[in-house]
């Protein structure tokens, strides 16, 4: 009877032992263990992430670093569809390993580690033709109206940096969008990657200015677990040294419009200069 009892305490213990290790297992190390990189993607997000409906599968920007990072692991790569909140909760959560791209923010960084910027962008506005000039000064008048959306970091910086004009947030990017069109806003400020997906979508919309004085650059990341060893986020800092230093991310960006059908040449040189 002892015996059994000991040999079941055993049992158990190395049960929890086998729990303890599965768990506590370093992120790179199950990575190649497993053979699998899972992504949470920001599904739709242009030039990210974009559906090709014909083929039931994902592209652009985001996909060709991915499937990059996969290929110098050497492992498959599995595709989690999410947005801004539940890619977030995918990395918390350990259903993904990483997430991108993300603006840091204090919010953020409590429930997830970010890496090394894989790019900077500025803010921007898109507009008709009616809105001229390029700072925050020249949007800073009563008779001008600015879009926004609600709770988004470009509705703080307008009310920050042009606090004289008519701004107005609205619930989502679509309605801030619809009210640029329509005449109910004469610009809409957004972050540079939204602005130039604007640009591309919406002809009407067809000027995109980097608003300068102050020039703000916006670091965006890409999101791992907060407990992950420092070897992976060593591991992806060292791909984004690389990638950036060679401007590869700025050509799977630049190919990445392209697949919405924004040419090289109509990116601006001050937007394409920040990629």
Known sequence: MLKMLAFGGAAALASTAKAQTA???????????????????????????????????????????????????DVRLTILEGNTSSSIADVQTDKADLAFPFNQSPQRALAVRFTDPIYTQGIVYVSGTNVTGATWDDLNKPEIKIATVIGGLADTLCRRYSPNAQTTAYKTRDDAIVAAQA?????????????????????????????????????????????????????????IK???????TTEWILQGFEKIGLERKDIPDDVQAQL
């Open 183 to 239: 005449g109910r806003a004469d610009a809409f400020v957004v972050a540079m990657m939204q602005g130039m997906g604007v640009r591309a979508k919406f002809p009407a919309l067809s000027r995109i200015t980097l608003l300068e004085q102050p020039r703000l650059n916006l670091e965006s990341c890409m999101a791992i677990p907060r407990d992950a060893d420092y070897e992976w986020r060593d591991f992806l800092n060292a791909w």
């Open 23 to 73: 768990t506590n297992e370093a992120t790179l190390q199950r990575i190649r263990r497993t053979g699998e990189l899972r992504v949470s993607i920001l599904a739709g997000e242009a030039p990210f992430y974009i559906k090709n409906l014909a083929a039931g599968t994902w592209e652009g920007a985001g996909m060709l670093m991915a499937e990059d990072i996969a290929k110098v692991l």
């Open 242 to 248: 690389s990638a950036r230093g060679s401007r590869q």
